[in-house]
């Protein structure tokens, strides 16, 4: 039987690493919103890193909010807001997030809002460890801290029709997973309960916009931070046990290239069972973004990258472009995913990207 290969699309890169490395910012704990935090302080600079990742060009960009929650704004002191920008002033500065993308992207590059999950936003962040505090250590407690951050995203100006997508990112826990999933089928009911969601018509425009759930490997296994095995990330991912709205993409973000040949195979062989059991509605999307490293790995301690204890930095001639081109070739030829999205994560720059679209359009 011939499989008909899979169409290939671009994503964009990493986006704090690249203000830090081209455009000298430092982030530090007087900074708690990352890249985010220019949607304060420095539109302009801003504009012009997400600015360069479009002209690539790539078809989806991710919006400067990856780190966004009520309490990191409440944290971040500027001159204008010498005691944290109060919660009714956040939507502004959201609505900024997506238009800065509307300005510079062309004319069919799609727009996806970035969510991180709740351990990006603790100080040091967790989301490559899961070790997150009591107060959020369910898949009910995640649920609410999910429901509270999306409400934020809820008050941007006519979301539905700017947005295109909600990414849901470097998530590193199977309840945080469910709670996700959760919310996204409440989102989507015109009956959602009160109590779930507090007032579901201020984020009824949510729910009719396209998700995916990007998961994070961080070590030579395959699990989770949470010690979650594949088949039970893409049963929490894709099973239709617990919801019949289930994520238009799967992903593999912030996670070390070499581990993702063996990972996309978990992740195919577990789709399939869910498959035969009959839990599956269709094969969704697979997004990958890797980070642009060289073996080099994030402290949250130092906030610096570097080679763990013992390891000698990578001498594969193999560029990390062409790595994730032949990936990428391998996973679209086996003709099972509705379409493949690639692009970078950490340390991966404009000039990866572009070099990586250059070779993946020439497999084609």
Known sequence: ??????????????????????????????????????LITNKDTLKSCQH??????????????????????????TNSFPDGVPREKISGFLDDAVSILEQVRQPATKIALSLGPYGAVMMPSQEYTARYDDEHNSAEKLFRWHADRIRLFASIPRVSVRVDFLAFETVP???????????????ASPSADPADLADPAAVDPLGRIPYWISCVFPGAGQSLPDGSSVSQVIRALLSLEHSYNPPWGIGINCTKIAELPQLIGAYEVSVRLLERDGHLHSWPSLLLYPDGTNGEVYCTDTKTWR??????????E??????????????????????????????ATP??????????????
Request: proline share 2%; aromatic share 6%; with cysteine.
């Open 307 to 316: 080679l763990p204890s013992g390891m000698k930095e990578a001498t594969d």
């Open 318 to 347: 193999t560029s990390w472009e062409q790595q994730l081109c032949d990936v990428v070739t391998q996973a679209r030829n086996r003709g099972c995913w509705r379409s493949v999205i690639v692009g970078g994560c950490c340390k």
């Open 351 to 364: 000039q990866n990207i572009s070099k990586l679209r250059a070779m993946v359009l020439n497999n084609t």
């Open 1 to 38: 039987m011939v499989v008909a290969a899979a169409s290939v699309q671009f994503l964009d890169g990493g986006l704090g690493t690249t203000l830090e490395d081209e455009h000298g910012f430092v982030f530090t704990e007087a900074t708690p919103l990352w890249s985010s935090h220019l």
């Open 52 to 77: 360069a990742f479009a002209s690539v060009p790539v078809d989806i960009l991710l919006t400067a909010t990856y780190q966004v929650s009520a309490e990191g704004f409440r944290r971040t002191r």
């Open 173 to 187: 826990r199977l309840d945080e997973i469910l709670a996700i999933r959760k919310l996204t089928t409440l989102l």
